[in-house]
């Protein structure tokens, strides 16, 4: 984090807040009361650290004071700086999967249970704005290899893939470096092809031309690209490979959607990398600003784990397709 940023964090008011998830994925969302600046907005739950309070203790406290939730269990998310004329603050952002209780509004707040694809209430609070995007973003982040297991069987994979996702989105990246050019462009109009027809997002790695960015919905940067960059793509989504905490800053300072961090364990595909495991990968992700899937030698099991230690969700090569 450089200076500039450390000095303004730290005459920033901390803040938990908290994103509560219901089992059908809808969020919690409440109506600032009269007397509160921004007076009648919608925002999540949460509020300021008190002397000696973890962010976790912090919004457990709220969510029992604003709401009667009991038994919170969360964890963290995104670190998010915002500047309000009143105050400048510095939110922490955490999902809660579990509590005891129904929400009541104590403090005579209005109270919404919405899904993040079905926002409704309006004005959202200016910080609220960014963690329905990400709400957005499935947990598993597909990377392709056709290249190493082949053209017809990814394909049939990824159909595989979209059947049993019923419905919902999967995120895909392609990155094919072993392909040729005339190959990965019937590669792409292929999986062009699946996108109009299912609710599947692609980001083409930067590795490859800008046109094929511009056709489907964004771009994943590499990590050197991401270095060599001043300004965010123009494309609707932009997710990032990233190896460090500084490198994440790097990609949250851009205005990217997403990243990638690892490798959390040892893979071939990072020769030479020291994994670092769920405690690394906890630590790197303390104050991250944006939502990151954790990767390396990772599958859909290992979701929960990679959540508890921050991260958004899991990325995936070739545990994907099997």
Known sequence: MSAAAEAAAEAAVDVAVGVVVRGDGAVLIGQRVPGKPYAGWWEFPGGKLEAGETVAQAL????????????????????????YPHATVR??????WRWRGEPEPREGQALVWQRPDAITVAPLLPAAIAPIAW???????????AGEIGVEAFERALRHRLQAAAG????????????????????????????DAHPLRVLVSSRHPESYWHAVDGVHLTSADLAARTSRPATRLVGVSCHSAGELDRAGALGADLAVLGPVRATASHPGATPLGWAGLAGALATTPVP???????????LDDARAAGAHGVAMMRGAWR
């Open 168 to 195: 919902a989105t999967v995120l895909l990246q392609l990155r094919e470096p072993l392909l040729a050019p005339a190959h990965f462009a019937q590669l792409f109009e292929r999986v062009r092809a699946l996108r």
């Open 135 to 145: 709400l957005r973003l499935p947990p598993l982040y597909a990377i392709s290899c």
């Open 60 to 83: 457990a406290r709220e969510l029992h004071e604003e709401l009667g939730l009991r038994e919170v269990e969360s964890a963290p998310w995104v670190v998010r700086g915002h500047a």
């Open 292 to 302: 990151v899937y954790a990767l390396g030698g990772l599958s859909s099991v290992d």
């Open 91 to 96: 939110l922490f952002f955490r999902r809660v």
